[in-house]
């Protein structure tokens, strides 16, 4: 009775209501309203806060989804070790990813190995990727540089060196490489805040003393790409991410080491996991 009640509160707080909790549980909205206010009843408890139809987790609600949320991942391990005794023939694996180029090779290696795991990939900046590691989104991350956390094993797999990229209407488009400090005063197109390559490129200009002028802002590679086309500015990406296009280039920094590193990431706590350590077998290969 407890592990279902709580099975529905985890729902709940995880899809954001009980019309979502009951479809992803497919059980009807009423059985599982009357499964949490069980519970809220049985431990005099308040978990929701209900305005209107908008849900919102109590500050006791909060602490037991963390609950919850280790209960879960718990229930997935327990899963995964049993199919693991004859063989990594079936499951899931979740990977935070800071873009496509890494993971998708990875992927690709994983596959061909393993080829009835399932696999869900969701993208975002460092900081993001991170963030779902630790909230029990996501199995695996594919990041670079980021606070060290002590829950958190980093394992570097690769470097790459920050390059800027111009259309063909800038004068650096024909040039072989550029020194730091003609970045003076150039109109740049960034990534929003959490970017590796924004944080490495920032560090990099304020220890050379150059300043840029910033024209924007911009969460995804594909918006930068097509700001940079269109000469809102020149944008900086690392040099294994930039796909050639007639009107854009990529040129080095000469005078200046900017460069990212890469990690696998995973919670020390799943260490034992055979899906993280056959993903990370691959990665490390």
């Not at 009775?1 to 479809?23: D, E, I, P, W, Y």
């Not at 995804?220 to 009107?247: C, T």
Request: aromatic fraction near 8%.
């Amino acid at each position: 009775m407890l592990a279902t009640a709580l099975r529905s509160f985890h729902a709940v707080a995880q899809h954001g209501g009980f019309s979502a909790a009951a479809r992803a549980l497919n059980i009807s909205q009423p059985t599982l309203s009357t499964q949490v206010k069980a519970l809220e009843t049985r431990y005099d408890v308040n978990l929701f806060s209900r305005i209107g139809r908008e849900v919102h987790l109590t500050p006791a609600g909060r602490e037991l989804f963390r609950t919850t949320q280790l209960l879960t991942q718990y229930e997935t391990e327990a899963e995964d070790l049993l199919n693991s005794f004859k063989g990594l023939h079936s499951g899931s694996l979740r990977i935070a990813a800071v873009g496509p180029f890494h993971a998708t090779d990875m992927i690709v290696a994983f596959k061909a190995r393993y080829p009835r795991i399932d696999i869900s990939v969701q993208f975002g900046n460092s900081q993001l990727s991170f963030e779902r590691l630790l909230a029990y989104e996501a199995d695996v991350g594919l990041i670079a540089g980021v606070n060290a956390d002590p829950l958190v094993m980093t394992l570097p797999y690769s470097s790459h060196e920050v390059v800027v990229f111009a259309n063909s209407d800038h004068p650096f488009f024909d040039r072989d490489s550029i020194s730091i400090h003609e970045l003076q005063d150039q109109k740049i197109v960034q990534r929003e805040i959490g970017s590796t390559t924004r944080i490495a490129m920032e560090r990099a200009l304020q220890e050379h003393n150059v300043s840029i002028d910033v024209m924007l802002d911009l969460g995804s590679r594909e918006g930068i790409w097509k700001a940079v086309e269109q000469g809102l500015g020149i944008g900086f990406v690392a040099d294994f991410e930039f796909i050639p296009h007639p009107n854009l280039r990529a040129i080095p920094i000469h005078d200046a080491d900017i460069s990212t590193q890469y990690f696998l990431a995973y919670l020390k706590e799943r260490h034992l996991s055979r899906l993280i350590g056959a993903f990370r077998e691959i990665t490390l290969a």
